[in-house]
C-alpha cells in the first residue's frame, strides 16, 4: 500500500519552456504533500509543502511564481516550472502523507532536463 | 544552516566488511526515518525511530536513536553489493499544524565484490 506515482519520470524541453510534473497517491488520502529537489549525489532540498484546497508553503529562497505548486485533491498534486531554464535542470521528488504521525510516502522523482 | 549532519558522505568497502553511517544534530527531532536511495528513484524508507535509546534491526542493518533523540547511527553488518546506494536520514520535527521533514546529506555507500 501507500504509493505515489509520479509523472513524467524524465523529460527534456527546450529553455522558456514550461513543465507540469505531477504526483498522484495511488491508494490513499494525502493530505499533505512536498516537493523536494535533488542534485546528483546530493541529498534532498524541501522547496514546498502544500495541504489540500489551500496555498502551498515555499522554503526560503524558493521562487513561488516559478515553480508553481497546485494540490486540488487529496490525490493529485503538480509542480509548475515556468519558463525553465538550464539551471533548473534537476531532480524532482515529491512525496505525500495522509496524517499526524504517518511516514511520508515518496514517488520515483522526475528528471528534468532544460536544454 | 544544516540541521543534521550525517557522516561519512562517501563510502567505499569490500563485501563482507561491516561500517557505521552517523546522523547527529543539535535539535531534538519526535522522530528520525532512515531511507535508501537508488539512482534515478526516489527514497525508501527503512525504518523509523521513535522513543530515545530505541535500537531496531532490519536483517544485517541495526540503526539506534539516541537517548536524547538529537542522533541517530545506522551499522551494516556484513555489507554485499546490493546494499550499495545512498542512505539518508531524515529528522521530523513537528507542532501544532508545522511538520518538516529535514534530510540530512547523505552517505553514499559502495560495496564491490
Known amino acids: 500500500g501507500a504509493v505515489v506515482s509520479q509523472h513524467p519520470s524524465w523529460v527534456i524541453c527546450k529553455s522558456g519552456t514550461s513543465v507540469k510534473i505531477e504526483c498522484r497517491s495511488l491508494d490513499f488520502q494525502a493530505t499533505t504533500m512536498f516537493w523536494y529537489r535533488q542534485f546528483p549525489k546530493q541529498s534532498l532540498m524541501l522547496m514546498a509543502t502544500s495541504n489540500e484546497g489551500s496555498k502551498a508553503t515555499y522554503e526560503q529562497g524558493v521562487e513561488k511564481d516559478k515553480f508553481l505548486i497546485n494540490h486540488a485533491s487529496l490525490t493529485l498534486s503538480t509542480l509548475t516550472v515556468t519558463s525553465a531554464h538550464p539551471e533548473d535542470s534537476s531532480f524532482y521528488i515529491c512525496?505525500?502523507?495522509?496524517?499526524?504521525?504517518?511516514?511520508?510516502?515518496f514517488g520515483d522523482g522526475t528528471r528534468l532536463s532544460i536544454l | 544552516t544544516q540541521l543534521l549532519e550525517q557522516s561519512p558522505q562517501f563510502l567505499s568497502i569490500q563485501e563482507g566488511e561491516n561500517l557505521t553511517v552517523y546522523c547527529n544534530s543539535s535539535s531534538v527531532f519526535s522522530s528520525l526515518q532512515w531511507y535508501r536511495q537508488e539512482p534515478g528513484e526516489g527514497p525508501v524508507l527503512l525504518v523509523t525511530v521513535v522513543t530515545g535509546g530505541e535500537v531496531k534491526k532490519l536483517k544485517r542493518l541495526t540503526f539506534q536513536f539516541g537517548d536524547a533523540r538529537k542522533d541517530s547511527s545506522l551499522h551494516i553488518t556484513a555489507a554485499q553489493p546490493g546494499d550499495t546506494g545512498l542512505y539518508l536520514c531524515a529528522g521530523e520535527q513537528s507542532g501544532g499544524s508545522n511538520y518538516k521533514l529535514t534530510f540530512g546529506k547523505g552517505t553514499l555507500l559502495t560495496v564491490n565484490p
Open positions: 512525496s505525500a502523507r495522509t496524517v499526524n504521525n504517518q511516514p511520508q510516502h
